[in-house]
């Protein structure tokens, strides 16, 4: 592509778009090819150029007037993860990543939090258009994500990308819903010439988590004036296991039962299985000031994770209905008379012998059967699904260059996005069908699906001030749909033997049932008008509100006010205010699922319904209304002798946030009320959820930025260091609102993280050196089983400081080899303190705290070779 002032619509803004090494905040500086490190020493003095932020001219971060991060293509392949989410998440300690073991659906997508707030509360962009979530709903999403239903980021390569920009700053007036706690822009590739492939492989220091990726980007010419620019990535990564034998399966095998397996329950990362994504950016130059462009991405994989033992002894609705006295037992034909009784205990408490409880099961009559025949070790169900990301995105934009618009740029768009997850369950049964029943589902799918079309116009206006007035103003219209399909029957079907106390569904994950499926939508628009004026050479101040009317609730108006002001050549303060919104998602009205989850040790099964349902409604639920939130930042910049550095306040204040509300028992006063009005089937349902409004809250935190580079050693170096402190308090909440939920939403995500990163490059070779400390946090494990003033799980979890390392050798321009490690000493994080928990047996086979910021798998080392041409 012929980068030239044609090209680009905002001509006079193109000094500003120069591409930079320069490391700020988070940005390494070392040098990846011969050619890089010559004019590296050049490039010191350049800044950084953001697109987000502002509908101005792109801007210099240290000019901006509000906070943003930008993350270098280089810096973000220094990392042995294949993971996006995880390349992130090491550079910008205001965003936090959990492994989320046994979690549901939030296995195949996994929730991100920036500033301490939830998935769907930060805004995801790509190339600066809005990115469609994801179709999975993190319903187990470990307090702080119950319910959230972000963008599927993890899709996005890292071979694909120019930059990654980071605002962390409220800005729902705008960008619209989604953006109370910041935005994420990813910025693709656009070289018309050139590429690189990439083949990168590691695994744990334990030996297991393999991962093998493949990875490639090459850019082409689209005629003498455009281009397109393509890149893939395909990886496959075996499961991990942090695991211990479960104590009650270790019982049982101590007893003789040969049918254990030897870890019963795998707490870990799932496998992943041909995760192939493909990512296109292509622009044209139509003349004129004129340019088209298209991009999108095709991405797919298959993902596997664990689930809870099923204990072969009291398994509700399977192996026992009454805690384990006595064995569930079927009869096929009541005309044969009565099944015996099967005692599962003593008399004294104790667990019967398994040869005791094998004999009688195999001396049943033929009439009579139980499931401890078909799994006599109990069974552990494997969930996961397919998740296919599909997007594109195409537009053009220039200069009206006659007439009543004549001087106005203008951008014309439309995008459609749609992602679909299909769920999986195998190595369990729908006993309500007997021992006919197979032992792989299909419980259903999920399907995202959103339409953006935008107007977007700005218009640089003399007005008599330094610089002109920048009056942007555009409108945007969006459908969003939610569907649900139905899984296969077996997998929802009621069978002969429910009313002999045989549980419906797969176990662990029933099937959607064709009354659950269908398709809901929603459309809105939106109106915008943002200012921003240079009023001094000292002083830049920007305005923006927006207008957003959805065919749901009805409307809303935000507003945002952003200044700086220069103190002098080195020095600058900033500030915003603004209001947000973030409106429910389709799904978050609309799914009905059925959950597994521990309670007081036990397994119980939920059933999550709508709000409006009629037993939601009985139980308090109500229509999803927007969060509302208020944000303020203050901070100062720093810019001289070759210091870059920043110091920003936060305060977001959030109120109605949308939760999943705590787990409901239907009472007996609550049955007959929805007998009454007519409701079916209320006396299978055990406990009830719903998403509801659930609280308020306020998070407030500091992000201090440092970075600085100089000769050194003979080489060049760079140092940059982050820093974050966030804090959450829940101001108020319903009353359905559990005080464990509280409790996580304040306590499980570490208050302080930071990172500080040496970057060191030579002629032929670099190397780079990063500490991360994550600071106490509150360790929970499976939900906290505890309850306030009794025992629990949860303690507080002491700090801990690991270290990544990469060195790469530069054979010649052309090719490079890298080796390194993530976590380089092993750091383990907090072991669970079976002390706290009362009894050994609620650790279910873990041996640390699912809520680890680090993660559970521990150190891991790579070895990574690039050609470049």
Known sequence: ?????????????????????????????????????????????????????????????????????????????????????????????????????????ATLVRPMNLRGLSADSTLILTNGKRRHKSSVIAFLGGGINDGAQGADVSVIPGIALKQVEILRDGAAAQYGSDAIAGVINFVLK??????????????????????TE??????????????????????????????????????????GNPNIAPIAQIWGSPEIKDDITIFINSGLDLGNGREAYLFGNYSE????????????????????????????????????????????????????????????????????????????????????????????????????????????????????????????????????????????FNPGKYIQLEKHFTADFVKFMPVGLYEDLTVAFGAQWT??????????????????FVDQGFSIGSNGFPGFKPEDAGVSSRRNYALYTDLEAEFTEALLMGFALRFEDYDTFGSTLNYKVTGQYRLNDDWALRASHSTGFRAPTVGQANVSNVQTNLESGLLVDSALLPPTNPVSVELGGTELQPEESTSFAAGVVYSGAGIFMTLDYYRIDVDDRISQSSKINLTDANREALRAAGVKNVDSIQQVSFFTNDFDTKTQGIDFVASYSTNLFDGRSSFNFAYNWTDTEVKSATEITGLDKVSRLENDLPNHRATLTWNQSYDDW?????????????????????????????????????????L????????????????LFDTKPERLNLSAVGEPNNAFGAKYYETSPMGINGGYYYLKGVYRF
């Open 766 to 806: 670099s190397f780079f050196l990063r500490s991360n400390y994550y600071g106490e946090y509150q360790g929970v494990h499976v939900d906290w089983v505890g309850v306030p003033g009794e025992p629990g799980t949860e303690v507080n979890a002491s700090s801990k400081i690991t270290f990544d390392a990469e």
């Open 301 to 440: 994989r298959d993902v596997t994770g664990g689930f809870y033992y099923r204990n072969p002894y009291n398994r509700g609705g399977v192996f026992s209905n009454d805690g384990g006295e006595t064995l569930l037992i079927g009869n096929t034909d009541f005309s044969a008379g009565a099944c015996p009784t099967i005692n599962l205990t003593d008399g004294s408490g104790n667990n019967r012998p398994f040869d005791a409880v094998n004999s009688a099961v195999n001396a049943l009559p033929d009439n009579c059967f139980s499931f401890f025949s078909m799994f006599p070790g109990g069974f552990t169900p494997t969930f996961g699904g397919n998740v296919t990301d599909t997007s594109l995105t195409a537009g053009t934009k220039g200069e009206f260059k006659s007439g009543f618009a004549e001087g106005i740029m203008y951008d014309f768009s439309g995008s459609v996005g749609r992602n679909e997850s299909s769920y999986m369950m195998t190595n369990t049964i729908n006993a309500s069908l007997g021992l006919d029943s197979p032992t792989e």
């Open 190 to 211: 656009d070289n018309d010439s050139g590429g690189s492939f990439e083949v990168k492989h590691g695994e744990y220091y334990e030996g297991d988590g393999t991962s």
């Open 479 to 496: 459908e969003e749909t939610f569907e649900v399909v139905a899984g296969d029957l077996a997998s929802f079907q009621v069978g002969e």
């Open 1 to 105: 592509m012929k980068h030239n002032n044609k090209y680009h619509p905002v001509a006079h803004a193109v000094k500003y778009a120069i591409a930079t090494t320069f490391a700020l905040g988070i940005v390494s500086g070392a040098a990846v090819a011969q050619e890089d490190i010559e004019t590296s020493a050049k490039e010191q003095n350049i800044e950084k150029i953001a697109v987000i932020g502002s509908r101005s001219a792109p801007r210099s971060i240290g000019d901006s007037p509000v906070p943003i991060d930008i993350i270098g293509a280089d810096e973000l392949m220094k990392n042995g993860s294949t993971d996006m989410l995880n390349l992130i998440t090491t550079t910008v300690p205001s965003l936090n990543v959990h492994s989320n073991p046994i979690s549901d659906a």
């Open 808 to 823: 790469s050798y530069f054979i010649n321009d052309s090719f490079s080899v890298s080796v390194g490690a993530q976590n």
């Open 214 to 255: 493949f990875a490639g980007n090459i850019g082409m010419p689209l005629t003498d004036d455009g281009f397109v620019n393509a890149s893939f990535q395909y990886k496959n990564v075996d499961p991990t296991s942090r695991s211990v034998q479960r104590p009650d399966a270790q019982a049982f095998a101590d007893q």
